[in-house]
């Protein structure tokens, strides 16, 4: 067990011991941990927007802000305690944990919705090593916020947990009505604070560490009681906006510094709080700070050898991510094709506070080629920028990253040595670049499809109508969208936004005119071709980059959506209603239409998209609207996750009327198992004898929960391993669902909360205690056996993809990107898409646009999409001349392999992936494999593509 340094004794108080959570869990199963009784606390989210609520108070949070929250409303009164909010990328609000995360964006969970309390947990990552996790519970029936944090310090330099705060009780501005207490330490120097009009500058606190400021005019007032806190802090010289501040000892690198806080607010006081009396008799509750290792952390001057000379110059340089970090080596090796290019991220580990210019003098003959960026960071962006002309200061223990875009443009096969100098302020570092120029050419030959997900041209465009601006930007955009594979051109629309567009071909009409003045005139029987050619011009751009394989999307066919977005301005007000046969037959004529459009465009794929991660309860829906699409000329698909990704049963529902499975990057492996492993089934039936657990959450009613399967459930099953469930009340069978039980008001449900896991929750048929029923369930397992077989074949015009990525997806890393390519091609996947590449959310993007020139900047993420898409179709070139035997002896689930296939775990998931993605070295070896045999193997050996 690790050791645990505790810091301070709280008064009463235990060591606090912070489960080590993983950021992305789902959220089904979150909303799904069991809990007694209901109150009136709830935490609930819009956007990145979340409310925690109860009797006496609502907070909001803002995650993308900092995690801080802007808002603290007493109630009933109504008033607001925090003085200052503007937005999440200025100062204020409270709970800022300065200084590198005032306006960072946090993941956000919500860990318990209530009854009981209610729990936010709030992560964010610093590139330099730090991390932040706090986790803000919302007591029952108490005006109380208890705010834990685990400050992470993976630098190399000890670093400082402050936390400042806009706090203002009562009326604003502040007056002589608003009093401070604060508990100092005499022998520090400083008495005191007791009922007085101010307080400023730091105080050392006495145990309970504690300080109030309360309004005497409103008796609105807020206690923090912060044990372990080295100092407090107070700013007056604003009446608008004073800072209330406390501050811990420095965290030496490499340890994780725990602690808690407790906010207590009073509202309506009319007589004076007696602070020292609450603090003592909350500090009882707030559990002790302490420190502990930080795990996997390495002394990098230990690991690394750093120099004295580095040490005076006050950074090293180092390459590669994670487990393939290193020094960088002298020289870089770079090996490339001819008239091809890879990016190279090589870090500055910051030793000392710098400042200074960032400048890299490139050989004058090499300019053209070498491209130096630099990694900058702001709001919903980490981007690259050209290299800034005035002074950085950099802080000690930070890493910040230089960019080499690196090519081969005009320059013969050979071996390369080019000198490079690196310099910050008057500190200067040499780079070499050892570059090999292969006789080797990209042929382009495309090995599967990218879909970056963008929600449609209007997006890209900047604008739903064809115009000579949209065009231009449309054609920027889709030119760095090709360059890393994208090829799909993903035409997901409002159709309001596409019908005002739309003419009769046979006449030249408007389509919607017509519906609305002369409905009579559409014949419902006998529905007239379309014409789409006012959207010829974004074709022709599309066509011009290669991005020709189209994809959209259609809802399920009870969505009262098609009424308004389609039906009506389509055919007439009232026409036909969403819902009927009527209407199928309309949405049916106009998706062949746009099909037809598309078509004589020579435009190729015509996949429909339909729901997104259904549950297997929502598989019949999906088929009727799949029915719909393949009546349309399209080929239905949806993402496959969760219980269908690893149910034979479900996927052989789907089968007949599924004809891409794009999985999940979590669920591939499972999936890929049912077609390609063998198995045996078998039936079994377990009673469920144990203690039903009263279900509350969301306001459920008559729900129960109980830990069914795995080792500590009542049946002793891994949930993995089986393949098809039912639950049975009184021998009956019950309805199945899976989603989560959160709010649940039916009867006669057993819900798998998504992905079936140790627990299953229920609501008997009669509402009553499950006591008072017999349950058991009726289960076929799948066992793996060399005497058995798949148990899901495919229809061999099926496609098979993968897609990944998650939100705030800017903030992915290089090699993680870089990985999916490099996986779609060892699966021999047909394509693959990642989330996203320019949604219309400002936090879902990998590339920016500038507005007025279409310049476009690019993240580290995109650069490893796309410089995954060159390694990819350098290795589908050597596969195409050399065969697959090569490529699997640099490619493989081997130890001694260039490029390590290995498995990995996030949240509920399981699956391989390329384990030494972030050792450049590594991937430059393997390159060097790819285009060594190329240059050997001159003469093309045909190769059939095999399905998966």
């Given at each position: 067990?690790?050791?645990?340094?505790?810091?301070?004794?709280?008064?009463g108080?235990?060591?606090?011991?912070?489960?080590?959570?993983?950021?992305?869990?789902?959220?089904?199963?979150?909303?799904?941990?069991?809990?007694?009784?209901?109150?009136?606390?709830?935490?609930?989210?819009?956007?990145?927007?979340?409310?925690?609520?109860?009797a006496?108070?609502?907070?909001?949070?803002?995650?993308?802000?900092?995690?801080?929250?802007?808002?603290?409303?007493?109630?009933?009164?109504?008033?607001?305690?925090?003085?200052?909010?503007?937005?999440?990328?200025?100062?204020?609000?409270?709970?800022?944990?300065?200084?590198?995360?005032t306006?960072?964006?946090?993941?956000?969970?919500?860990?318990?919705?209530?009854?009981?309390?209610?729990?936010?947990?709030?992560?964010?990552?610093?590139?330099?090593?730090?991390?932040?996790?706090?986790?803000?519970?919302?007591?029952?029936?108490?005006?109380?916020?208890?705010?834990?944090?685990?400050?992470?310090?993976?630098?190399?330099t000890?670093?400082?947990?402050?936390?400042?705060?806009?706090?203002?009780?009562?009326?604003?501005?502040?007056?002589?009505d608003?009093?401070?207490?604060?508990?100092?330490?005499?022998?520090?120097?400083?008495?005191?604070?007791?009922?007085?009009?101010?307080?400023?500058?730091?105080?050392?606190?006495?145990?309970?560490?504690?300080?109030?400021?309360?309004?005497?005019a409103?008796?609105?007032?807020?206690?923090v009681?912060?044990?372990?806190?080295?100092?407090?802090?107070?700013?007056r010289?604003?009446?608008?906006?004073?800072?209330?501040?406390?501050?811990?000892?420095?965290?030496?690198?490499?340890?994780?510094?725990?602690?808690?806080?407790?906010?207590?607010a009073?509202?309506?006081?009319?007589?004076?709080?007696?602070?020292?009396?609450?603090?003592?008799?909350?500090?009882?509750?707030?559990?002790?700070?302490?420190?502990a290792?930080?795990?996997?952390?390495?002394?990098?001057?230990?690991?690394?050898?750093?120099?004295?000379?580095?040490?005076?110059?006050?950074?090293?340089?180092?390459?590669?991510?994670?487990?393939?970090?290193?020094?960088?080596?002298a020289?870089?090796?770079?090996?490339?094709?001819?008239?091809?290019?890879?990016?190279?991220p090589?870090?500055?580990?910051?030793?000392?506070?710098?400042?200074?210019?960032?400048?890299?003098?490139?050989?004058?003959?090499?300019?053209?080629?070498?491209?130096?960026?630099?990694?900058?960071?702001?709001?919903?962006?980490?981007?690259?920028?050209?290299?800034?002309?005035?002074?950085l200061?950099?802080?000690?223990?930070?890493?910040?990253?230089?960019?080499?875009?690196?090519?081969?443009?005009?320059?013969?096969?050979?071996?390369?040595?080019?000198?490079?100098?690196l310099?910050?302020?008057?500190?200067?570092?040499?780079?070499?670049l050892?570059?090999?120029?292969?006789?080797?050419?990209?042929?382009?030959?495309?090995?599967?499809?990218?879909?970056?997900?963008?929600?449609?041209?209007?997006?890209?465009?900047?604008?739903?109508?064809?115009?000579?601006?949209?065009?231009?930007?449309?054609?920027?955009?889709?030119?760095?969208?090709?360059?890393?594979?994208?090829?799909?051109?993903?035409?997901?629309?409002?159709?309001?936004?596409?019908?005002?567009?739309?003419?009769?071909?046979?006449?030249?009409?408007?389509?919607?005119?017509?519906?609305?003045?002369?409905?009579?005139?559409?014949?419902?029987?006998?529905?007239?071709?379309?014409?789409?050619?006012?959207?010829?011009?974004?074709?022709?751009?599309?066509?011009?980059?290669?991005?020709?394989?189209?994809?959209?999307?259609?809802?399920?066919?009870?969505?009262?959506?098609?009424?308004?977005?389609?039906?009506d301005?389509?055919?007439?007000?009232?026409?036909?209603?969403?819902?009927?046969?009527?209407?199928?037959?309309?949405?049916?004529?106009?998706?062949?239409?746009?099909?037809?459009?598309?078509?004589?465009?020579?435009?190729?794929?015509?996949?429909?998209?339909?729901?997104?991660?259904?549950?297997?309860?929502?598989?019949?829906?999906?088929?009727?609207?799949?029915?719909?699409?393949?009546?349309?000329?399209?080929?239905?698909?949806?993402?496959?996750?969760?219980?269908?990704?690893?149910?034979?049963?479900?996927?052989?529902?789907?089968?007949?009327?599924?004809d891409?499975?794009?999985?999940?990057?979590?669920?591939?492996?499972?999936?890929?198992?049912?077609?390609?492993?063998?198995?045996?089934?078998?039936?079994?039936?377990?009673?469920?004898?144990?203690?039903?657990?009263?279900?509350?959450?969301?306001?459920?009613?008559?729900?129960?929960?109980?830990?069914?399967?795995?080792?500590?459930?009542?049946?002793?099953?891994?949930?993995?391993?089986?393949?098809?469930?039912?639950v049975?009340?009184?021998?009956?069978?019950?309805?199945?669902?899976?989603?989560?039980?959160?709010?649940?008001?039916?009867?006669?449900?057993?819900?798998?909360?998504?992905?079936?896991?140790?627990?299953?929750?229920?609501?008997p048929?009669?509402?009553?205690?499950?006591?008072?029923?017999?349950?058991?369930?009726?289960?076929?397992?799948?066992?793996?056996?060399?005497?058995?077989?798949?148990?899901?074949?495919?229809?061999?015009?099926?496609?098979?993809?993968?897609?990944?990525?998650?939100?705030?997806?800017?903030?992915?890393s290089?090699?993680?990107?870089?990985?999916?390519?490099?996986?779609?091609?060892?699966?021999?996947?047909?394509?693959?898409?990642?989330?996203?590449?320019?949604?219309?959310?400002?936090?879902?993007?990998?590339?920016?646009?500038?507005?007025?020139?279409?310049?476009?900047?690019?993240?580290?993420?995109?650069?490893?999409?796309?410089?995954?898409?060159?390694?990819?179709?350098?290795?589908?070139?050597?596969?195409?001349?050399?065969?697959?035997?090569?490529?699997?002896?640099?490619?493989?689930?081997?130890?001694?392999?260039?490029?390590?296939?290995?498995?990995?775990?996030?949240?509920?998931?399981?699956?391989?992936?390329?384990?030494?993605?972030?050792?450049f070295?590594?991937?430059?070896?393997?390159?060097?494999?790819?285009?060594?045999?190329?240059?050997?193997?001159?003469k093309?050996?045909?190769?059939?593509?095999?399905?998966?």
């Amino acid at each position: 067990m690790a050791e645990e340094t505790l810091l301070v004794a709280g008064t009463g108080g235990k060591p606090m011991l912070l489960e080590a959570v993983r950021f992305a869990i789902l959220l089904a199963a979150l909303l799904a941990l069991p809990a007694t009784g209901w109150t009136q606390v709830s935490v609930t989210a819009n956007g990145d927007r979340y409310t925690l609520e109860n009797a006496h108070c609502r907070l909001q949070v803002d995650a993308a802000g900092g995690a801080r929250v802007c808002s603290w409303i007493l109630k009933p009164s109504g008033r607001e305690l925090i003085a200052l909010w503007k937005d999440g990328q200025e100062i204020g609000g409270t709970l800022d944990d300065r200084a590198f995360f005032t306006a960072a964006r946090y993941d956000a969970a919500i860990m318990n919705p209530g009854p009981e309390e209610g729990i936010l947990r709030l992560e964010a990552r610093h590139p330099s090593g730090l991390a932040v996790l706090k986790t803000l519970t919302l007591h029952r029936d108490r005006p109380a916020l208890t705010v834990s944090y685990e400050f992470r310090n993976g630098t190399q330099t000890p670093q400082q947990l402050f936390i400042r705060n806009f706090f203002l009780p009562g009326d604003k501005p502040q007056t002589d009505d608003h009093r401070y207490w604060v508990n100092a330490d005499p022998a520090a120097g400083r008495e005191p604070v007791i009922d007085a009009a101010d307080a400023g500058e730091y105080y050392r606190p006495a145990r309970p560490e504690f300080a109030a400021l309360w309004h005497r005019a409103t008796g609105d007032g807020i206690l923090v009681c912060a044990p372990g806190a080295a100092q407090f802090y107070f700013w007056r010289a604003s009446r608008e906006f004073p800072t209330f501040e406390w501050l811990y000892p420095d965290v030496p690198p490499g340890r994780i510094l725990r602690t808690s806080v407790m906010l207590v607010a009073v509202a309506g006081q009319t007589t004076t709080p007696d602070w020292s009396a609450l603090a003592t008799t909350h500090a009882a509750e707030v559990p002790a700070t302490s420190l502990a290792p930080l795990p996997g952390w390495v002394d990098e001057a230990t690991r690394f050898g750093i120099t004295a000379a580095e040490r005076q110059r006050g950074f090293w340089l180092s390459l590669g991510e994670d487990e393939g970090r290193r020094r960088l080596p002298a020289p870089l090796p770079l090996d490339l094709p001819r008239n091809d290019d890879r990016y190279l991220p090589i870090v500055l580990n910051v030793l000392k506070e710098l400042r200074g210019t960032v400048r890299v003098q490139v050989p004058s003959q090499w300019q053209r080629q070498v491209q130096a960026q630099w990694q900058t960071t702001s709001n919903d962006r980490v981007e690259l920028r050209e290299l800034p002309s005035s002074p950085l200061t950099l802080k000690a223990g930070t890493r910040e990253t230089l960019w080499l875009r690196v090519g081969t443009h005009g320059k013969q096969p050979g071996q390369y040595r080019i000198p490079l100098r690196l310099s910050l302020g008057s500190a200067e570092v040499p780079i070499t670049l050892a570059l090999r120029v292969w006789p080797v050419t990209l042929t382009g030959k495309r090995p599967f499809h990218v879909r970056g997900y963008y929600s449609g041209p209007a997006s890209l465009a900047g604008g739903a109508t064809v115009t000579d601006a949209t065009t231009r930007r449309l054609d920027a955009v889709l030119k760095v969208y090709a360059a890393m594979g994208g090829d799909v051109l993903d035409w997901l629309w409002n159709w309001l936004e596409v019908l005002p567009h739309v003419k009769i071909a046979a006449t030249g009409e408007s389509l919607m005119e017509v519906a609305r003045t002369a409905p009579e005139r559409l014949d419902l029987a006998n529905l007239p071709r379309l014409d789409f050619s006012y959207y010829d011009p974004w074709l022709a751009v599309a066509k011009r980059h290669g991005v020709t394989h189209v994809e959209t999307y259609l809802d399920p066919l009870d969505s009262d959506r098609y009424q308004w977005i389609l039906l009506d301005p389509a055919v007439g007000k009232e026409r036909v209603k969403a819902g009927t046969p009527e209407a199928t037959r309309v949405i049916t004529w106009f998706f062949r239409e746009w099909r037809r459009y598309f078509a004589a465009k020579g435009f190729t794929g015509f996949f429909c998209k339909i729901s997104d991660e259904i549950s297997p309860e929502h598989i019949p829906a999906y088929l009727a609207a799949a029915r719909v699409a393949r009546a349309a000329g399209w080929r239905p698909f949806t993402t496959v996750t969760g219980m269908v990704a690893r149910t034979a049963q479900d996927i052989e529902a789907m089968n007949p009327l599924c004809d891409q499975w794009q999985l999940g990057f979590g669920s591939k492996d499972e999936f890929l198992g049912l077609l390609r492993k063998r198995f045996r089934v078998v039936q079994e039936t377990h009673p469920l004898a144990g203690e039903w657990g009263h279900y509350t959450n969301g306001g459920a009613q008559e729900t129960w929960a109980l830990r069914a399967f795995g080792r500590e459930g009542v049946t002793r099953v891994d949930p993995h391993s089986i393949e098809r469930l039912e639950v049975l009340e009184d021998g009956r069978p019950l309805a199945l669902s899976g989603g989560s039980p959160w709010g649940n008001t039916t009867r006669g449900t057993a819900f798998t909360s998504g992905s079936l896991g140790d627990w299953l929750y229920l609501s008997p048929t009669d509402g009553a205690n499950p006591a008072t029923h017999r349950y058991e369930v009726r289960l076929t397992l799948r066992r793996e056996s060399p005497q058995g077989k798949p148990l899901v074949t495919l229809e061999p015009t099926d496609q098979l993809w993968c897609y990944g990525g998650g939100s705030s997806p800017y903030r992915g890393s290089y090699a993680n990107a870089w990985a999916y390519p490099a996986m779609t091609l060892f699966h021999r996947f047909h394509g693959y898409g990642q989330w996203a590449f320019y949604w219309w959310q400002p936090s879902e993007r990998i590339i920016w646009i500038d507005e007025q020139t279409n310049a476009i900047t690019v993240s580290p993420p995109y650069c490893g999409y796309r410089d995954g898409w060159r390694d990819a179709l350098l290795m589908h070139q050597w596969i195409a001349r050399a065969g697959r035997k090569a490529y699997d002896r640099v490619v493989a689930a081997s130890p001694k392999a260039i490029l390590r296939v290995e498995p990995r775990s996030a949240e509920v998931y399981h699956f391989t992936t390329i384990g030494n993605a972030g050792d450049f070295l590594a991937l430059n070896a393997a390159r060097r494999a790819a285009l060594a045999g190329l240059a050997a193997a001159p003469k093309a050996t045909p190769t059939a593509r095999r399905q998966p």
